[in-house]
């Protein structure tokens, strides 16, 4: 590896860059957004997070609520669970950062991961095969027939549901576990999905040709194209910060980008207040100033990496989901609100779709913040999520210092 002298960058350009990086920099589309500003801000963040969690909004929707404002979700839907050949699939679902969707054409270079999930999940379907012999077979056939089906329809089509593996995995149906394991290792994917339900189908029929046209990718080229994409989406990151964005192995990140380093895609640089050298994208832009506003779900790319945030923002963020009522601090699915490249606010959000409400249970103000400035904008950008959900208006409980003036604001 050439040796460089890392770039000094001070801490509030690195952000500014980050917030770039990520679409914030971007402005809002002015009429309704289309495939073509998807589009765009798919190439901001490469990836959309899936998580169950539906308090307020599904995890993949918001980051581009986020961005672009109020957006048909029918453009989410289309670009990941529909093909034809007019519009073709823009994304499919596998396991990146966690359970995502990524545009159709990075998955090759996962690969190497479905190779690892074979090795990984292969004692167990031994055990699943000499105890139901056939039954794999038996599933890629039925879906050859039947989909995008699901792991009941599945379950039900070839005689009822299948006799639980004991341990592990969650208990589920050995045809459940099939599906989970044919899904890792990329023989299935997801056709469709019936509300968050998972309809698995061929990927020879789901994705589009050329997907399975282009030449096999060694594993340390997908690697460096990973953390390559990575780097795109963070701007400017430590080699963890990397890593973490697609999960890869340390040993591999590390490699990787010694390698984009030489190969003058990646600029060494030193962050102000930031212990661990860090690396700039060679396109990456620092805007003088980013203004806007947003509001940003638990799996919002730009946060779900809590140091970082932590290192961009000084601001300490914890999802507490799991955490225990009475022990949370400020509640069970939190925005982080962004405001002019700062993270000024926090608001626990759930959509109460019965009352017809957007439903703020807790609002609090971060240290050092213009109140009166924050309240206004958070109201408004409550106003537009609560129309983009369908809701009639917003509903601000008693929990935090904002909670009064914000109530007094949506009124």
């Given at each position: 590896?050439?040796?460089m002298?890392?770039?000094?960058?001070?801490?509030?350009a690195?952000?500014r860059?980050?917030?770039?990086a990520q679409?914030?920099?971007?402005?809002?589309?002015?009429?309704?957004?289309?495939?073509?500003?998807?589009r765009r801000?798919?190439?901001r963040?490469?990836l959309l997070?899936?998580?169950s969690?539906?308090?307020?909004?599904?995890?993949?929707?918001?980051?581009?609520?986020?961005?672009l404002g109020?957006?048909?979700?029918?453009?989410?839907?289309?670009?990941?669970?529909a093909?034809?050949?007019?519009?073709?699939?823009?994304?499919?679902?596998?396991?990146a950062?966690?359970?995502s969707?990524?545009?159709?054409?990075?998955w090759p270079?996962?690969?190497?991961?479905?190779r690892?999930y074979e090795?990984r999940?292969?004692?167990?379907?031994?055990?699943?095969a000499?105890?139901?012999?056939?039954l794999l077979d038996d599933?890629?056939?039925?879906?050859?027939?039947?989909?995008p089906?699901?792991a009941?329809t599945?379950?039900?089509?070839?005689?009822?549901p299948?006799p639980?593996?004991?341990g592990g995995?969650?208990?589920?149906s050995?045809?459940?576990?099939?599906?989970?394991?044919l899904?890792?290792?990329g023989?299935?994917t997801?056709?469709?999905r019936?509300?968050f339900?998972r309809?698995?189908?061929?990927?020879?029929?789901a994705?589009?040709?050329?997907?399975f046209d282009?030449?096999?990718i060694p594993?340390d080229e997908?690697a460096?194209?990973l953390?390559?994409?990575a780097?795109?989406?963070?701007?400017?990151?430590?080699?963890?910060?990397?890593r973490?964005?697609?999960?890869?192995?340390?040993?591999?990140?590390?490699?990787a980008?010694?390698e984009?380093?030489?190969?003058?895609?990646l600029v060494p640089?030193?962050?102000?207040g930031?212990?661990?050298?860090?690396?700039?994208?060679?396109?990456?832009?620092?805007?003088?100033?980013?203004v806007?506003?947003?509001l940003?779900?638990?799996f919002?790319?730009l946060i779900?990496?809590?140091d970082r945030?932590?290192?961009?923002?000084g601001?300490?963020?914890?999802i507490?989901?799991?955490?225990p009522e009475?022990q949370?601090i400020?509640?069970y699915?939190?925005?982080?609100?962004?405001?002019d490249?700062?993270?000024v606010?926090?608001?626990d959000?759930?959509a109460?779709?019965?009352?017809?409400?957007l439903?703020?249970?807790?609002?609090?103000?971060e240290?050092?913040?213009?109140?009166?400035?924050?309240?206004?904008?958070?109201?408004?950008?409550?106003?537009?999520?609560a129309?983009?959900?369908?809701?009639?208006g917003?509903?601000?409980?008693?929990?935090?210092e904002?909670?009064g003036?914000?109530r007094?604001?949506v009124?």
């Amino acid at each position: 590896m050439t040796t460089m002298t890392p770039v000094q960058l001070s801490a509030a350009a690195a952000r500014r860059t980050a917030l770039a990086a990520q679409g914030f920099a971007d402005a809002r589309p002015t009429g309704t957004p289309t495939r073509q500003h998807l589009r765009r801000a798919l190439s901001r963040v490469q990836l959309l997070q899936l998580d169950s969690v539906n308090v307020a909004v599904r995890a993949h929707y918001m980051p581009l609520f986020s961005r672009l404002g109020a957006y048909p979700m029918s453009l989410v839907d289309e670009a990941a669970w529909a093909h034809t050949a007019r519009r073709p699939r823009l994304l499919v679902e596998y396991w990146a950062h966690e359970a995502s969707l990524i545009p159709v054409e990075d998955w090759p270079l996962f690969h190497w991961r479905m190779r690892r999930y074979e090795s990984r999940y292969a004692r167990h379907i031994a055990r699943i095969a000499a105890a139901s012999p056939g039954l794999l077979d038996d599933v890629l056939a039925t879906v050859a027939d039947l989909g995008p089906v699901s792991a009941g329809t599945l379950e039900s089509t070839l005689g009822g549901p299948a006799p639980k593996s004991k341990g592990g995995w969650w208990n589920r149906s050995d045809i459940k576990h099939i599906c989970e394991s044919l899904f890792a290792t990329g023989q299935l994917t997801t056709g469709t999905r019936q509300g968050f339900q998972r309809l698995y189908d061929l990927p020879e029929r789901a994705l589009p040709a050329t997907v399975f046209d282009a030449p096999p990718i060694p594993d340390d080229e997908a690697a460096r194209q990973l953390t390559l994409r990575a780097a795109l989406a963070h701007g400017v990151g430590t080699e963890k910060d990397l890593r973490d964005y697609y999960r890869l192995e340390p040993s591999r990140s590390q490699r990787a980008v010694a390698e984009l380093v030489d190969a003058g895609l990646l600029v060494p640089v030193a962050v102000e207040g930031w212990r661990h050298p860090a690396y700039r994208h060679v396109d990456a832009r620092t805007p003088r100033a980013v203004v806007g506003r947003a509001l940003l779900c638990p799996f919002d790319p730009l946060i779900w990496e809590r140091d970082r945030a932590e290192r961009l923002f000084g601001f300490r963020y914890r999802i507490e989901i799991y955490v225990p009522e009475p022990q949370r601090i400020y509640g069970y699915y939190v925005f982080p609100f962004l405001l002019d490249g700062e993270l000024v606010a926090r608001v626990d959000l759930k959509a109460d779709r019965v009352g017809g409400v957007l439903r703020v249970q807790g609002a609090y103000l971060e240290e050092g913040r213009d109140r009166a400035r924050v309240v206004g904008e958070l109201a408004g950008e409550l106003g537009v999520m609560a129309e983009w959900l369908g809701l009639s208006g917003v509903w601000v409980g008693d929990r935090g210092e904002l909670a009064g003036a914000l109530r007094r604001a949506v009124r």
